[in-house]
């Protein structure tokens, strides 16, 4: 069996005409790449060069090794973008998230850099379900809370996302400058039903308060529109357009200022898979 390299050292030399220009070339000393030549002629058991004491060219039969020498690594060459081209439109990457925000985000992102890709999305609302399903390859990229980097985890900074409460402008609280948590007790709240850890957080810290939730954006759009009940927006959805455009409404957008839900999201993948997420996160 003739080793592509040995190919490729053939065809240098026809492209260059002296075994010393293939050799620089190729970047192989110059005796290797004769070695490698006459190891093509006991192979193929016929002389490819006609030889004197200082010069070396191919011969006829030797010509006509250089032209299936071409075809080979183009056909090569060939077989390896197509298998990676194929590969890349057909892989899915699966994605998991402790909230909706940094997987749109992520989702957007492969659309940009690797439009290939599929992704395919779902939200988990704790870290330790996170992480844990990374671990054991259900999944190849979460997105985190928790920087947990070490000889497993590869961990890169995503970005930040803060929490505000959606009020009519009657509200009492609609003039604050920010709110606490606390001061929204007792409030009943329109919600979208699928928010990961959002929803823990809300549940959690706020007291005394009731969510009705919703599945459908479009309803949940149209719910806020016509309510005078609180609602949840970030930064993120507002940018977004997910919810009704603030000049165009009735209502303002008033940060909370608790740590809870102003927050930091990592992206974390297994460390063999770094350099892919790399590549995708620097477009």
Not at 61 to 77: E, P, W
Not at 125 to 141: C, P, R, V, Y
Not at 174 to 182: D, G, T
Not at 233 to 239: A, H, L, P, R
Request: aromatic residues 8%; proline residues 3%.
């Amino acid at each position: 069996m003739i080793e592509t390299y040995i190919l490729q050292n053939l065809v240098a030399f026809a492209d260059c005409g002296t075994l010393t220009a293939a050799s620089e070339k190729v970047n192989i000393t110059q005796p290797s790449l004769t070695r490698s030549l006459q190891k093509l002629e006991d192979i193929l058991e016929v002389p490819l060069f006609n030889r004197t004491k200082n010069t070396i060219a191919l011969n006829q039969t030797g010509l006509i090794a250089v032209d299936y020498a071409r075809r080979i690594l183009a056909l090569q060459n060939e077989m390896e973008s197509e298998v990676v081209r194929f590969y890349k439109r057909t892989r899915e990457i699966t994605v998991l998230s402790i909230a909706p925000a940094p997987l749109w985000h992520l989702t957007q992102i492969f659309n940009k850099a690797a439009p290939e890709t599929k992704v395919k999305g779902s939200l988990c609302g704790e870290n330790e379900a996170l992480f844990s399903a990374l671990e054991h390859d259900k999944t190849q990229i979460i997105i985190t809370t928790e920087n947990r980097a070490d000889e497993r985890f590869y961990a890169r900074d995503f970005f930040d996302e803060h929490l505000k409460v959606f009020l009519p402008k009657s509200h009492s609280l609609a003039k604050k400058k920010s709110v606490a948590l606390s001061d929204l007790a007792g409030e009943t709240f329109i919600m979208a039903s699928s928010l990961g850890f959002w929803t823990n957080v809300v549940k959690r810290e706020i007291s005394g308060a009731k969510f009705i939730e919703q599945n459908d954006i479009t309803d949940l759009r149209d719910i806020i529109n016509h309510s005078t009940l609180p609602a949840f927006v970030t930064d993120y959805t507002e940018k977004a357009a997910y919810l009704p455009e603030l000049e165009k409404s009735s209502r303002v957008a008033v940060p909370i200022r608790d740590e809870a839900v102003n927050v930091h999201f990592y992206a974390v993948c297994r460390v063999e898979m770094m350099k892919q997420l790399d590549a995708v996160l620097r477009e």
